[in-house]
């Protein structure tokens, strides 16, 4: 197995473009997870997918962001109208639903530079 | 709400033990351990469950007292590839964790 992956790696955008990020899990994992991490801070969870299903939003994920998971397999993070504070490193992780199996394991990240 | 990590920083030389510690005020289901080197993504080293239990990870074990809501981080006989930013993710769930701001660790020839 390749791990986790996340594409693209970086991405720099002028505010107010929209951007979409792309992450494929480890491939029997059936919960994926964002994150957003910004400089000196830990992860921020985001949401989470339980298969297809999005199960959980945080308060943080303003209605500018939208994240799917077609058919359980890959997931795709949209920001609309981005703004500088959206610049951070966009993590994705994958996990399994049950003991053993809940660690969850991060992709690279996709940074994303606001200008 | 965030765990608090303690120290923010530790500066080690080769051969020496160190502790991290996490602790929340909130009730806690699972505590995960990372590791994250500079432009890295987190590596996971342990996860602990309710029950108390000690886990290790070649020289690096933890502890979970979910009674104080606590986890503890030991590196025993710290090797130059420890260095980096350790990050505790606490769980009410075992989904949805809150990740601490990290402790930096650098070890030293």
């Known amino acids: 197995d390749t791990g986790v992956s996340q594409n693209p790696r970086h991405k720099i955008t002028k505010r107010g473009q929209n951007v979409t990020f792309r992450c494929d899990p480890i491939?029997?994992?059936?919960?994926l997870y964002w994150y957003r991490q910004t400089l000196g801070q830990g992860p921020e969870f985001l949401t989470y997918?339980?298969?297809?299903?999005?199960?959980?939003k945080s308060r943080l994920l303003s209605d500018r962001f939208s994240a799917e998971r077609p058919k359980g397999s890959f997931s795709t993070l949209e920001i609309q109208r981005t703004e500088q504070g959206d610049s951070a490193m966009y993590l994705c992780?994958?996990?399994?639903?049950?003991?053993?199996?809940?660690?969850?394991?991060f992709g690279p990240g996709t940074r994303l530079t606001v200008t | 709400q965030q765990p608090v990590q303690s120290p923010q920083a530790v500066i080690l030389r080769e051969g020496e033990d160190a502790v991290i510690n996490c602790s929340s005020s909130?009730?806690?289901?699972?505590v995960h351990w990372y590791r994250q080197k500079h432009g890295e993504a987190p590596v996971f080293l342990m996860i602990?469950?309710?029950?108390?239990e000690q886990k290790g990870h070649e020289k690096i074990s933890a502890s979970f007292n979910e009674k104080k809501q606590q986890s503890s981080l030991y590196l025993t006989a710290s090797q130059l590839s420890y260095s980096g930013t350790y990050f505790c993710?606490?769980?009410?769930?075992?989904?949805?964790?809150?990740f601490g701001a990290g402790t930096t660790v650098t070890v030293r020839a």
């Open positions: 992780a994958s996990s399994l639903d049950r003991y053993p199996g809940l660690e969850q394991y």
């Open positions: 491939s029997e994992h059936n919960r």
């Open positions: 997918f339980q298969n297809e299903a999005q199960l959980e």
């Open positions: 909130k009730a806690l289901y699972s």
């Open positions: 602990l469950l309710k029950g108390g």
């Open positions: 993710g606490t769980g009410g769930g075992v989904y949805k964790l809150s």
